[in-house]
């Protein structure tokens, strides 16, 4: 897809496709059967790839753009051929679309591995230029586009060229998964050696990391060797089926996090130190006061916010002396010293 007009023209038909777009919000709520709704989604869809389509290739333009300072100090713009990605770029995107700054760099390197293919054999080569052909005709969108180019992201061009060829016919009407499944196996075909690498550099870089989700519940994400994966989840599986068979959960969902949780700490000797903290002038049972579910709020070494836990866990503290507690900020929770400074240990 080629933008010929310039940014603010790109800014007015976006004004008027939104107008366009207006009835559609107001329609009534008895229109249409499900089988015209669902041809209407599927119109709207192949909408959005062109939109996103025409987001990437301005998302190019915007990146070539380099500031330059002149022998006498001002600082103008100088075009770079498409694919040149200024410092800067992704921290404008960041502003201009109200994303994260990983997430703008993402956006980035994306439309530029695909409207930004060039020529074979030169240094812009990526060989993806076949999605974004196929974003702008309205048959893939960006997401099903970035699975393909993340599957390819270390292949040589021709190959990744060679293998979106080879998935046009399926990329109107096959879904992520599907989509990821078959560049693998093409990619298999053409490229063995590429997945072997592939493999050993993901073994290397398995891991896993823990934050604060939902009030009260931790977020685990973890990538393991498939060996181990295999003979863990057996374990996990395991227990967690009898934890549903004998109530002690009502799903397997639950039950799975539970048996973690048991066969970890059932391996490991671990000491939990609970501090009882009150707010300089509060009072202490003002922290352990009632809550929905009987959960008091606390806060976890390392975690950045405070969470929610059940009051036994923290109950056999709260029912010492008073006397023992120590003193925190009221508003920062930060711990002080007893003449209310911040402690140097906090």
Same mark, same amino acid.
């Given at each position: 897809m080629a933008i010929s007009s310039g940014p603010q023209d790109v800014v007015e038909l976006a004004r008027r496709a939104a107008e366009l777009l207006t009835p559609t919000l107001d329609t009534p709520p008895t229109a249409g059967t499900r089988a015209e709704w669902a041809t209407a989604l599927t119109g709207l869809a192949s909408l959005a790839s062109r939109v996103e389509a025409?987001?990437?290739?301005?998302?190019?333009?915007?990146?070539?753009?380099?500031?330059?300072?002149l022998d006498d100090g001002e600082v103008v713009e100088g075009h770079r051929e498409p694919g040149h990605v200024a410092l800067d770029a992704p921290a404008i995107v960041s502003g201009a679309l109200c994303v994260g700054a990983v997430h703008a760099?993402?956006?980035?390197?994306?439309?530029?591995?695909?409207?930004?293919?060039?020529p074979e054999g030169t240094p812009t080569c990526t060989g993806l230029g076949g999605l974004h052909e196929a974003m702008a005709a309205g048959r893939l969108d960006s997401y099903r586009a970035s699975v393909v180019a993340d599957e390819l992201d270390e292949a040589p061009a021709e190959v990744a060229?060679?293998?979106?060829?080879?998935?046009?016919?399926?990329?109107?009407?096959e879904d992520a998964g599907r989509l990821r499944r078959?560049?693998?196996?093409?990619?298999?075909?053409?490229?063995?050696?590429?997945?072997r690498r592939r493999a050993v550099r993901a073994r290397q870089e398995s891991s896993l990391r823990r934050w604060v989700g939902e009030p009260g519940v931790d977020t685990w994400l973890?990538?393991?060797?498939?060996?181990?994966?295999?003979?863990?989840?057996?374990?996990?599986?395991?227990?967690a089926q009898r934890l549903v068979t004998d109530g002690t959960c009502t799903t397997v969902e639950r039950a799975r996090a539970r048996a973690l949780t048991d066969l970890v700490t059932? @391996?490991? *000797?671990?000491?939990?130190?609970? #501090?009882?903290? &009150?707010? +300089?002038?509060?009072? =202490? %049972?003002?922290?352990?006061?009632?809550?929905?579910?009987?959960?008091?709020?606390?806060?976890? @070494?390392? *975690?950045?916010?405070?969470?929610? #836990?059940?009051? &036994?866990? +923290?109950?056999?503290? =709260? %029912?010492?002396?008073?006397?023992?507690?120590?003193?925190?900020?009221?508003?920062?929770?930060?711990?002080?010293?007893?003449?209310?400074?911040?402690?140097?240990? &906090?």
């Amino acid at each position: 897809m080629a933008i010929s007009s310039g940014p603010q023209d790109v800014v007015e038909l976006a004004r008027r496709a939104a107008e366009l777009l207006t009835p559609t919000l107001d329609t009534p709520p008895t229109a249409g059967t499900r089988a015209e709704w669902a041809t209407a989604l599927t119109g709207l869809a192949s909408l959005a790839s062109r939109v996103e389509a025409a987001r990437d290739v301005a998302l190019v333009r915007l990146a070539a753009i380099e500031p330059e300072v002149l022998d006498d100090g001002e600082v103008v713009e100088g075009h770079r051929e498409p694919g040149h990605v200024a410092l800067d770029a992704p921290a404008i995107v960041s502003g201009a679309l109200c994303v994260g700054a990983v997430h703008a760099e993402r956006l980035v390197r994306d439309a530029v591995h695909r409207a930004a293919d060039g020529p074979e054999g030169t240094p812009t080569c990526t060989g993806l230029g076949g999605l974004h052909e196929a974003m702008a005709a309205g048959r893939l969108d960006s997401y099903r586009a970035s699975v393909v180019a993340d599957e390819l992201d270390e292949a040589p061009a021709e190959v990744a060229a060679a293998v979106v060829a080879a998935l046009d016919p399926h990329l109107d009407h096959e879904d992520a998964g599907r989509l990821r499944r078959r560049t693998r196996r093409m990619l298999a075909r053409v490229g063995p050696d590429l997945l072997r690498r592939r493999a050993v550099r993901a073994r290397q870089e398995s891991s896993l990391r823990r934050w604060v989700g939902e009030p009260g519940v931790d977020t685990w994400l973890g990538t393991f060797s498939s060996e181990e994966a295999a003979s863990a989840w057996a374990a996990i599986d395991a227990l967690a089926q009898r934890l549903v068979t004998d109530g002690t959960c009502t799903t397997v969902e639950r039950a799975r996090a539970r048996a973690l949780t048991d066969l970890v700490t059932g @391996s490991a *000797t671990i000491n939990v130190l609970v #501090v009882l903290a &009150a707010p +300089v002038g509060g009072e =202490v %049972a003002a922290s352990a006061g009632a809550a929905p579910g009987d959960l008091v709020e606390v806060a976890i @070494s390392s *975690t950045p916010q405070p969470v929610l #836990v059940p009051r &036994a866990w +923290v109950s056999p503290v =709260v %029912a010492s002396a008073p006397a023992d507690a120590v003193l925190c900020d009221p508003r920062s929770g930060a711990l002080l010293d007893p003449d209310g400074s911040l402690s140097t240990s &906090a």
